[in-house]
């Protein structure tokens, strides 16, 4: 079965780092883009950035842009999204996902991450 | 940037009625265009890619229409498991390779 299977909830407090893991299984985790998708309490879904584990080759929306770092170890299938100073603006569900095709960034999500909630709060 | 606007942000539906969910975008998008239905709790679920595809497992009371930058999402009688919140996606430009429409959320009339 194809999944994406990611870390758990965390509770940071202003100020504090954070990486958070994405899995991959089923697949072969190095031929297929992996993005970083967030949604905020009640709101929609943004594209934060997509990385190919590949040969890392990484993009960023430019409202993400020098607020997270996104990488990759491919020698374990798993994809991380960081922050170095979180922010109580940070709160947020986070998602892992997947296009169908691998070697297209743009295309459709069919795999989907189980989400991690960050609570950022002093 | 593609910005892409679906209406209504609420539609209130009777059971067993179908529904007609909207989606625009700014500029043409061809047939890259994807529906995703997310519940409480769980991430969004591919229903259309493709514009009109459905996508694996998916019922064939839910489909898409449309090319360029219009496109609607029917769900032909509802059953109570589809009164959630539905999002459209272009992926025709890159980069950005994603960009999502702002939700509709679909209730109980």
């Known amino acids: 079965e194809v999944q994406l299977v990611q870390s758990g909830a965390e509770v940071k407090k202003p100020g504090e780092s954070l990486k958070i893991s994405c899995k991959g299984s089923g697949y072969s985790f190095t031929t297929y883009w992996i993005g970083w998708v967030r949604q905020m309490p009640g709101k929609g879904l943004e594209w934060m950035g997509i990385?190919?584990?590949?040969?890392?080759?990484?993009r960023y929306s430019p409202s993400f842009q020098g607020q997270v770092t996104i990488s990759a170890d491919k020698s374990i299938s798993t994809a991380y999204l960081q922050w170095s100073s979180l922010r109580a603006s940070d709160t947020a569900m986070y998602y892992c996902?997947?296009?169908?095709?691998?070697?297209?960034?743009?295309?459709?999500?069919?795999?989907w991450g189980q989400g991690t909630m960050v609570t950022v709060s002093s | 940037e593609i910005v892409m606007t679906q209406s209504p942000a609420t539609l209130s539906v009777s059971p067993g009625e179908r529904a007609t969910l909207s989606c625009r975008a700014s500029?043409?998008?061809?047939?890259?265009l994807a529906w995703y239905q997310q519940k409480p709790g769980q991430p969004p679920r591919l229903l259309i890619y493709?514009?009109?595809t459905r996508a694996t497992g998916i019922p064939a009371r839910f489909s898409g229409s449309g090319s360029g930058t219009e496109f609607t999402l029917t769900i032909s009688s509802l059953q109570s498991e589809d009164f959630v919140v539905y999002y459209c996606q272009q992926y025709n430009n890159w980069p950005p390779p994603w960009t999502f429409g702002q939700g509709t959320k679909v209730e109980i009339k």
């Open positions: 500029q043409s998008v061809n047939s890259n």
């Open positions: 996902a997947r296009p169908k095709r691998g070697s297209y960034p743009h295309d459709a999500i069919d795999i």
């Open positions: 990385i190919y584990p590949g040969d890392s080759d990484t």
């Open positions: 493709g514009a009109s």
